[in-house]
């Protein structure tokens, strides 16, 4: 009876471990390899931030016009709805990161 019971729950472990190793290979499959030019994406900086796809695109100058142009489409269009979302955002914050942006800017177009 003893063997049988050993027998048993050495089948049940192993079966415990397959499993587990196939959840740990769906939830968390591995990174892609990186390009030759660095990155596996482009603009991607190997385990940095960001790593989806999407935002990716959001924070590249491509994704932040966009975000703008709805903005801006949002303001034409609900006028109240825009106000009311932006008194949601912390002020000092997105005056901050418009200053920098825009300082950014005039400075690459001296150079």
Do not use: C, N, W, Y
Request: proline content about 9%; overall charge positive.
């Amino acid at each position: 009876m003893k063997e049988q019971d050993t027998a048993a729950r050495t089948e049940i472990l192993a079966r415990l471990a397959l499993s587990r190793e196939e959840l740990r290979r769906v939830l968390d499959p591995p990174r892609p390899e990186p390009r030759p030019h660095g990155g596996s994406t482009p603009g991607a900086v190997p385990g940095g931030f960001p790593r989806s796809r999407t935002m990716q695109m959001l924070m590249s100058e491509r994704g932040l016009g966009i975000l703008g142009a709805a903005a801006a489409g949002l303001l034409l269009a609900r006028p109240a709805l825009a106000l009311r979302l932006l008194r949601m955002l912390p002020a000092s914050a997105f005056a901050k990161m418009m200053l920098t942006r825009a300082f950014t800017a005039l400075r690459a177009k001296k150079e």
